[in-house]
C-alpha cells in the first residue's frame, strides 16, 4: 500500500497488463485518478460453487468523507453468467457513505446491476459503490481479482474536456427536457436513479452537481438551479 502502482507490477503481469498498457484501460484509469496513481491493495474474490448464501451488501472499508475518490478495478478472467452470481453494483450509491457492511442485510435494490460478462472484462467503480458478490449457483468457482488505486494528483480535468464548452455547461431552463432523451451534462446529472425517492433523491442531485463542480473547476455549474439558489447571499453581491 502506498507505492506507485508501476512499481508494483513488472508490465506483463496479467490485469494490471491489461489495465496499464492497454490504451483504452490506461485511459479510463488515467481520466479518473491520473497518471501513475498509488497502488492501495488487492484481492482475489472467490465465490464458491453452489454456494447456499450470497455476499452481504457493503462498501469497502471505512465512512470516507473526501470529495476525492479512489477507483476499485474489477477484473473478471472467465465468463460469468447469471447464474454464476457476479459482482452486484448499486449505481449512484457513492453519496451514501456508510461504514463497511452496515448496510448487509439489505439485498436486493431497485437499479441494481449485477455483472455478466465475457472473459476480460474490467469494472471500474467509484470506492464507494455498494456492492457485494451473489450467490454462485454453478459448479464451478467465479473468481473476480480485484486491485484499488489511490490518485497522486488534484483530480481536476484528468480526461479530454474539449466539449466541455460555455454553451454545453451554461445554466438552462429548470424541469423543461425530457430526460430521458437529451444527453446534455445537466439532464444526465440530474436524472433520479431507481431507488432515489422523490424528496432525498433531490440531495442525491445536489451531491452530483458538486462533485462536477470538484472535477471540472467550474464553480457555477448547476442543475435545475438547486445548488445556485443555496448559495445566493444578497449581502455578498454588488448592488448594480
Known sequence: SGTPAL????????????????????????????????????????????????QGMHGDSIIDTRMHFDIQLMYFPHDVPLEMGGTLVVPGSHFRRINEM??????????????VCKAGTILVLHHGIW?????????????????????????????????????????????????????????ILGRFEPWF?????????????????FLTGDDSFDVHYWLTRLENMPENRELV
Not at 448487509?104 to 449485477?114: D, E, I, K, S, T
Not at 425517492?197 to 458538486?210: H, T, Y
Open 197 to 213: 425517492e422523490d424528496a432525498s433523491g433531490r440531495l442525491e442531485i445536489v451531491n452530483r452537481i458538486k462533485l462536477w463542480r
Open 131 to 187: 456492492h457485494c458478490g451473489r450467490q454462485n449457483k454453478t459448479n464451478q468457482k467465479r473468481y473476480m481479482f480485484k486491485v484499488r488505486l489511490n490518485p497522486r494528483v488534484r483530480q481536476l480535468r484528468l480526461w479530454n474536456t474539449d466539449d466541455l464548452t460555455a454553451d454545453v455547461t451554461k445554466h438552462k431552463a429548470i424541469f423543461t427536457q425530457d430526460t430521458s432523451r437529451v444527453e446534455d451534462v445537466q439532464t
Open 102 to 115: 452496515d448496510i448487509a442485510r439489505y439485498q436486493n435494490f431497485l437499479g441494481q446491476v449485477q455483472m
Open 7 to 54: 512499481q508494483c507490477y513488472p508490465d506483463a503481469i496479467g490485469v494490471w497488463a491489461h489495465a496499464a498498457h492497454v490504451p483504452r484501460s490506461a485511459g479510463m484509469i488515467q481520466s479518473l485518478v491520473g497518471p501513475d496513481p498509488l497502488f492501495d491493495h488487492q484481492a482475489v474474490h472467490v465465490r464458491q460453487p453452489n454456494e447456499d448464501s450470497a
